[in-house]
T-cell receptor, first 116, second 115 residues
Framework: AQSVTQLGSHVSVSEGALVLLRCNYS??????LFWYVQYPNQGLQLLLKYTSAATLVKGINGFEAEFKKSETSFHLTKPSAHMSDAAEYFC??????????????FGTGTRLLVSP | KAGVTQTPRYLIKTRGQQVTLSCSPI?????VSWYQQTPGQGLQFLFE???????NKGNFPGRFSGRQFSNSRSEMNVSTLELGDSALYLC??????????????FGQGTRLTVV
């Protein structure tokens, strides 16, 4: 079964600094990978997704992620952090069963803290 | 276009009671999934429905059940509530079934507190 591992439960950056959130995946087949963001008391919002069309994926709010098969990684980056980026970020992989059903398997999440 | 709507947003129930949560998917979406989010276990898959049929179920006890109606709206039910059922329950809708490329859109969740 597919799985993802997020390194670091908390990441702190200053406003304007680079944001780097790490995600490594485990998959026996080419994976479909996603990054979601969750603001307090809210649901999940899709930031971006990798579907094998391009290794560098651009998402909303200035975020992007690069798929690196050799490193089994899909790290999320943003060149310059804003205060509004403070939230929890989840990496997820799509896990498909033999029935054709697919579900999302989430990492444990990384809370991004942005200081002025 | 309206998003995924979950009702109610907040619930407080007593141990032993049962609860029903509702999810209205995005118009045209036929697949609805449910996830439980807790600080200890993170986000865990509960089940998915497509065309009124449960297609798969996560590793949860039989107290957790659900159903989907012909208009794709879904409900989940938890019977004999336990303190550990306190969680944020998230519903996600997607257009297709069995497509790993499909995007899941999440509702704002229902915060269930069991006392």
């Amino acid at each position: 079964a597919q799985s993802v591992t997020q390194l670091g439960s908390h990441v702190s950056v200053s406003e304007g600094a680079l944001v780097l959130l790490r995600c490594n995946y485990s998959s026996s087949v080419p994976p479909y990978l996603f990054w979601y963001v969750q603001y307090p008391n809210q649901g999940l919002q899709l930031l971006l997704k990798y579907t094998s069309a391009a290794t560098l994926v651009k998402g909303i709010n200035g975020f992007e992620a690069e798929f690196k098969k050799s490193e089994t990684s899909f790290h999320l980056t943003k060149p310059s952090a804003h205060m509004s980026d403070a939230a929890e970020y989840f990496c997820a992989v799509s896990d498909q069963s033999w029935t054709g059903f697919q579900k999302l398997v989430f990492g444990t999440g990384t809370r991004l803290l942005v200081s002025p | 276009k309206a998003g995924v709507t979950q009702t109610p947003r907040y619930l407080i129930k007593t141990r032993g009671q049962q609860v029903t949560l509702s999810c209205s998917p995005i118009s045209g979406h036929r697949s609805v999934s449910w996830y439980q989010q807790t600080p200890g276990q993170g986000l865990q898959f509960l089940f998915e429905y497509f065309s009124e049929t449960q297609r798969n179920k996560g590793n949860f006890p039989g107290r957790f059940s659900g159903r989907q109606f012909s208009n794709s709206r879904s409900e989940m039910n938890v019977s004999t509530l336990e303190l550990g059922d306190s969680a944020l329950y998230l519903c996600a809708s997607s257009l297709a079934f069995g497509d790993t490329n499909t995007e899941a859109f999440f509702g704002q969740g229902t915060r269930l507190t069991v006392v």
